[in-house]
C-alpha cells in the first residue's frame, strides 16, 4: 500500500525590520531582523520515491529526489539548473547528514513569486526538509533539520521554525520573538526579480545597531509604532536595482488603513500592515485594479502557537553551494510539472 503523501506549508516571510548590522571577513553581512510568516505561501509535498530496478545487473547511480513543479510562479523555476534549486539541494543536504539515499518525490506548488524578498525559496527549502524529515522518521523540530538549514541560506533556518523570531548573525542565530497581535497585511510586486547579492552589491553607508524589543505590542497600531522607529537597511540599495519599488511602496501608502508601508528583505516584495481584514482585502483590491500586471495579495500574519517549540541555540553557519546533484532528466508533461531526475 502506498503511503499517503506528506505536506509541509511553506509560507512567505517578512522581514518587519531588517538592520545591517557588520561585516564580515568572508563577505557575508550580518543581520538583526524581526520576520513574521503570512498565511499565503507555498506547499511542499513529499512521499517516497518510485522503485529502481536494475537490469541485467547494470549499476544504478544512488537513488536522488525527484521534484515535480506546479502553481503559477513554477514556470519561472523550470528553466533553471536543478542543482542550484534550494529544494533539490535541501534533500541532498538532510539525506547526506543520514547517511542515507535522497530518494523521494518532491511535489512544489508554487504560489509565491521569485526572487522577491518574502523567503519563496528559503521557505521551499525549509518546508522540505520539515517534509522529509517526517516522511524519513527525524522527531518534529529536530536540531539537525536546522543545521541542515543554517548551510543552505539565510532565511533557512527561520523558516525552518515558521514562527514569528529574530534572527541574527547570518540568520543562523534565532531567539524568540514576542507575541504579536492580530495583523493583516497586504502584499505587492510590481513583477521585477531582484537579487539578493546586487542589492548588497550596491548597499554603502555605515551599519545599523539591533533593535529588539521586549514588550508585546497591544495591537496593529502599536506593532506599527515600533516597526517605525526602525527600518529595512536594504531599501535604499534595492531602490537602485529595482527603481518600480517606490511605486509599490506609494500605492501601499496611499490606502486608506495603512498603518505602515515597507520593502521586505531585498526585495521585490513590499507589505503593508492594517488593522483589520476588511481594510487589507479593500486595499489589495484598489491596487490590483490600478496595477493588473502587479502581484498583490491580502493576507494575515500568522499567530505564534503558544505551544510554538523552543528555538534552536548554537547553530554554525557554513554557507555552501551545495552537493553535486545528478544532471536533470527530461520534462514528464503527463504531472503537469517538471521532473528533476
Known sequence: MTAAPLAEAAPAKLNLYLHVTARRPDGYHELDSLVAFAEIGDTVTVQPGVARVALRGADLPAAGPRLVISGPFGPALMGENPAGNLVIRAAHALAARLGRDADALIALHKLLPVASGIGGGSADAAATLRALGRLWGLE??????????????????????????????????LDAAPPLPEVHAVLANPGVPVPTPAVFKARSGGFSAPARFSAAPSDAAALAALLRERSNDLTAP????APAIADTLAALER??????ARLS???????????????????????????PRWWVKATRLRPTAPDAPTLPKGL??????????????????????????
Do not use: K, R
Not at 238 to 241: D, E, G, R
Not at 255 to 260: D, S
Not at 319 to 337: E, K, M, Q, Y
Open 265 to 291: 528583505g531585498s526585495g521585490a516584495t513590499c507589505f503593508g500592515l492594517y488593522a483589520t481584514a476588511t481594510e487589507a482585502e479593500a486595499a489589495a483590491a484598489g491596487i490590483a485594479a490600478a496595477e
Open 238 to 241: 534595492a531602490l537602485t536595482v
Open 316 to 341: 554554525t553557519a557554513a554557507l555552501a553551494t551545495g552537493p553535486a546533484v545528478p544532471p536533470p532528466s527530461v520534462p514528464f508533461p503527463d504531472t503537469g510539472g517538471w521532473g528533476v531526475g
Open 140 to 173: 518534529a523540530n529536530a536540531t539537525l533539520l536546522y543545521e541542515v538549514a543554517a548551510g543552505l541560506g539565510a532565511d533557512v533556518p527561520a523558516c525552518v521554525a515558521g514562527q514569528s523570531c529574530f534572527f541574527g548573525g547570518i540568520g543562523e542565530i
Open 255 to 260: 490606502g486608506p488603513g495603512c498603518l505602515l
